[in-house]
């Protein structure tokens, strides 16, 4: 079954005097449980189609899938109701709540779902353990490393075991050994619970995990290689 | 905790000393508001006693119609008999009975047309402050010595002073001819112009005498205790009154409604004044609040893609304004308070402030009158002004979409 579907995806971004296509046209069907790299130059559109994809930009036209519901067309409380409880995003920046510690910042999903304190506090004790900062939940993201801050960006967006998880440039800002281990989290959490990733990347590390490499530019998708079948 | 509670909390110290100066406006303009309106409730209860106690009291027996037509046949009969049935069912000891009519007044060498009140002397200076204001000579104390107390402005222009003779002409009850000679016993000083110059007290014995009174009056003046007891009286009188034909109860409002629409002009003046310093707070919280979402933009392009509506994202920042609004109102109250508690104990002046207290009767100082309503309208009116200043910033914030917002930071 499709965890995202996209068709016919037109995006232009006003530049000075120019228009520039950050999408032109883009068709893509990713099935659940994929591990999919979205591979692009700069300026290449893999940004805007996982902005799309996640509803979070306004797109000129085309239609955007996910989960079975068409989510172009949708309010932004509802869209904001469907990333709350299906999609979980890793950004290239961290983004942690900077007045939030680690722990918190890991419940902060959950706690905007309504999940119980008792159930909050185990699934974030457990998820700090398993991205390797058990004993670190007190940390203010201030007091933390990039790598660290990156695996509570992690532990934030799969907590509450979103069926796709949307990630952009996750390892840009991070050491070949931190980038190892993160990859290595998403691929074994893409093996244990099925869940979807797509992550935009230019890290050839991370596009030796992928299942799926899809290759843009110019805001066009052009080459699609499923290593799966080769 | 919840999590948005939290989140606005620790939102706001996150530049503690821009949050604590938006607090300390607040503060200010707070302690501000509780002590002036303190100020002005307790002048306004002081100029209300002062002016019932100088003469009108709190209560007064009337026949129906007098209060607005002073004629003389309009009489309360056996006033004397319901003075004694009101002290004896209210134990009250401030009630006496009046009478009034205008008349002439010659001396030797002019003559005025004056109000001439006959009082009860043993009971008259319970209910008006008239007795202790003699500044020369003495009152009365015989109801039925042939004697006049005049105000210091009426004697001037008389040109009379204490043993000198007045000659009153007027009209006696039933319509005919009145005319007595009264020797002048005291002069008062009330301080209020219009009193002293045109205000006359003879002994009711001699006043019922020359105007063929018999024993009827056109009022019994009940004072109570304090103007906020007045209502635990008020059934009592009544009860008291309606055993009694051709008589009406009066309360000061309906006797005085003057001196509640000058409060309530001089209300209206302060409320304008007040109604700028609550707008200034206002906005000086809207600066505050726009530039923490303007700085803050892209967190919230972020929270926005984890799941968080716009709507609760504008909430966060009302609540963000409500935190520092209650911090506001409640220090702000606290101070207020405590300067304006210090000031109802040791009062209130200003240099210049002793002549014109004087002109209204007045004290040289003013007593704030501390209550529920005076510590916290004021600062409960600035709260709500800040939380109104919210609603921009957080409309802005319910605007953005995530990638805007994050593509704007």
Not at chain 1, 208 to 217: D, E, G, I, P, S
Not at chain 2, 147 to 167: F, K, Q
Not at chain 2, 255 to 278: N, T
Request: overall charge negative.
């Amino acid at each position: 079954m499709s965890a995202v579907r996209c068709i016919d995806l037109c995006k232009t971004y006003r530049q000075g005097d120019q228009d520039i296509k950050a999408l032109d046209h883009v068709d893509i069907e990713i099935v659940e449980g994929d591990f999919v790299c979205l591979s692009a130059p700069s300026g290449g559109g893999k940004t805007t189609l996982l902005n799309a994809i996640g509803g979070l930009d306004i797109l000129d036209s085309g239609e955007v899938w996910v989960a079975g519901q068409r989510i172009d067309c949708m309010s932004k409380g509802e869209l904001a109701g469907l990333r709350l409880k299906q999609i979980g995003f890793v950004f290239q920046a961290y983004n942690l709540i900077p007045v939030l510690t680690a722990r918190e910042n890991v419940e902060f999903v959950m706690q905007v779902q309504g999940v119980p304190a008792d159930e909050r506090g185990c699934k974030s004790e457990a998820i700090l353990e398993e991205v390797g900062l058990g004993g670190l939940g007190d940390r203010r993201p201030a007091e933390m490393s990039g790598g660290q801050q990156q695996r509570v960006a992690v532990a934030r967006a799969i907590v509450s075991r979103p069926t796709l998880v949307l990630a952009d440039e996750p390892t840009a800002n991070l050491d070949s050994k931190t980038s190892g281990e993160l990859i290595e989290l998403f691929a074994e959490l893409n093996e244990t619970h099925g869940t979807t990733f797509v992550i935009a990347t230019h890290d050839q590390r991370v596009m030796a995990y992928a299942k799926r490499l899809v290759k843009m530019l110019d805001g066009r998708i052009v080459d699609d290689i499923d290593k799966r079948a080769g | 905790m919840n999590i948005t509670l939290r989140l606005a909390w620790r939102n706001l110290w996150r530049q503690p000393r821009r949050t604590w100066l938006t607090i300390g406006a607040m503060v200010f303009s707070n302690a501000i508001l509780v002590f002036m309106i303190s100020l002005q409730f307790g002048m306004y209860e002081l100029m209300i006693d002062n002016t019932l106690k100088a003469f009108t009291g709190h209560f007064q027996v009337q026949a129906p119609g007098y209060k607005d037509d002073t004629k003389m046949r309009q009489i309360v009969p056996n006033a004397e008999s319901i003075a004694t049935e009101i002290r004896e069912a209210t134990s009250l000891e401030a009630v006496a009975v009046r009478s009034a009519t205008f008349a002439l007044a010659s001396s030797d060498d002019r003559t005025y047309g004056i109000r001439v009140f006959g009082v009860d002397p043993a009971n008259e200076s319970r209910v008006s402050t008239i007795p202790s204001l003699v500044s020369d000579g003495r009152f009365p104390d015989n109801r039925d010595a042939q004697e006049i107390v005049v105000g210091s402005v009426l004697a001037r222009n008389l040109r009379v002073g204490i043993g000198d003779e007045l000659t009153i002409l007027g009209s006696g009850r039933g319509g005919s001819f009145a005319a007595a000679v009264a020797t002048v016993a005291g002069i008062f000083d009330s301080g209020v112009i219009d009193m002293d110059r045109s205000i006359a007290e003879m002994p009711i014995g001699f006043f019922n005498d020359v105007f063929y009174m018999d024993d009827a009056a056109h009022a019994v003046v009940v004072v109570t205790p304090a103007l906020a007891l007045i209502e635990d009286y008020r059934a009592t009188l009544e009860s008291v009154v309606a055993g009694h034909d051709g008589v009406v109860l009066q309360d000061w409002d309906a006797l005085q409604p003057g001196l509640r629409q000058a409060i309530q002009a001089d209300l209206s003046g302060a409320f304008f004044m007040y109604g700028v310093l609550v707008v200034l707070v206002a906005f000086s919280v809207m600066n505050t609040q726009l530039m923490s979402v303007l700085e803050r933009t892209y967190e919230f392009g972020i929270v926005m893609s984890l799941g968080l509506t716009p709507g609760r994202l504008g909430r966060l920042v009302i609540l963000e304004t409500a935190l520092m609004g209650l911090a506001g109102l409640l220090l702000g109250a606290l101070v207020g308070g405590l300067i304006t508690t210090w000031f109802t104990y040791n009062g209130f002046s200003f240099p210049g402030m002793d002549q014109m207290a004087a002109n209204f009767n007045l004290p040289s100082h003013f007593y704030p009158q501390v209550s529920l309503l005076t510590l916290f309208a004021g600062p409960a009116f600035v709260f709500i002004g800040s939380i109104i200043s919210a609603l921009y910033p957080a409309l802005r914030v319910h605007w953005l979409h995530p990638v805007e917002a994050m593509r704007l930071a």
